[in-house]
């Protein structure tokens, strides 16, 4: 099965600063790469996604980047703000439809006002 | 609408007690899934169902049930609680690539 790892688990920055998460996955045949923002308490919500036809995704301040050589991804926070302090997750999902989407362990951000 | 609904939302077990976390959504979603959350190691899929009548086991199904007679419901039973299922569990439904998660119930088995 898919298998997908997450670096760091943690990350502190200064407001203001960028931050940056990696993802690798195993399984070649993965698709689709959903990232989820989780706050302290409260259920994972999707920030952004990009689909394996795409190399770079961007919304506001989050984008997100895609190497399907290397099988790595990334995700890329600018001018962090108090309120991106959460914890977040990347994902890896095989084929279309309904298929198993497989998560990473998590990155605690702390931004620091 | 309410999107995706879990009751209840905090539940203490003593081992050996069955209970079911029900989950509901009103998106007219096809596919729901159930996710036990434990510090670490994120989010993993206990079981899944694409659609009324059909449902599958994920990554880690043991001790758990999992029924979809209708669009909107899909209930997990746990049969036999153990201190191991101590866990915050999630629902989440999808049309097909977005999923919404409900709140969450945080589980504690003594």
């Known amino acids: 099965g898919e298998n997908v790892e997450q670096h760091p688990s943690t990350l502190s920055v200064q407001e203001g600063d960028s931050a940056v998460i990696k993802c690798t996955y195993s399984?070649?045949?993965?698709?689709?790469f959903p990232w989820y923002k989780q706050e302290l308490g409260k259920r994972p919500q999707l920030i952004i996604d990009?689909?394996?036809?795409?190399g770079e995704k961007k919304d506001q301040r989050i984008a997100v980047t895609l190497n399907k050589t290397a099988k790595h991804f990334s995700l890329h926070i600018t001018e962090t703000q108090p309120e991106d302090s959460a914890v977040y997750f990347c994902?890896?999902?095989?084929?279309?439809?309904?298929?198993?989407?497989?998560f990473g362990t998590g990155t605690k951000l702390q931004v620091i006002p | 609408n309410a999107g995706v609904t879990q009751t209840p939302k905090f539940q203490v077990l003593k081992t050996g007690q069955s209970m079911t976390l029900q989950c509901a959504q009103d998106?007219?979603?096809?596919?729901m899934s159930w996710y036990r959350q434990d510090p670490g190691m994120g989010l993993r899929l206990i079981h899944y169902?694409?659609?009324?009548?059909?449902?599958d086991q994920g990554e880690v199904p043991n001790g758990y049930n999992v029924s979809r007679s209708t669009t909107e419901d899909f209930p997990l039973r746990l049969l036999s609680a153990a201190p191991s299922q101590t866990s915050v569990y999630f629902c989440?439904?999808?049309?097909?690539?977005?999923?919404?998660f409900g709140p969450g119930t945080r589980l504690t088995v003594l």
């Open positions: 989440a439904s999808s049309y097909v690539d977005t999923q919404y």
């Open positions: 399984d070649s045949a993965s698709n689709y």
């Open positions: 990009i689909r394996s036809n795409v």
């Open positions: 994902a890896a999902r095989i084929g279309g439809g309904y298929q198993k989407v497989t």
């Open positions: 998106m007219n979603h096809e596919y």
């Open positions: 169902s694409v659609g009324a009548g059909i449902t």
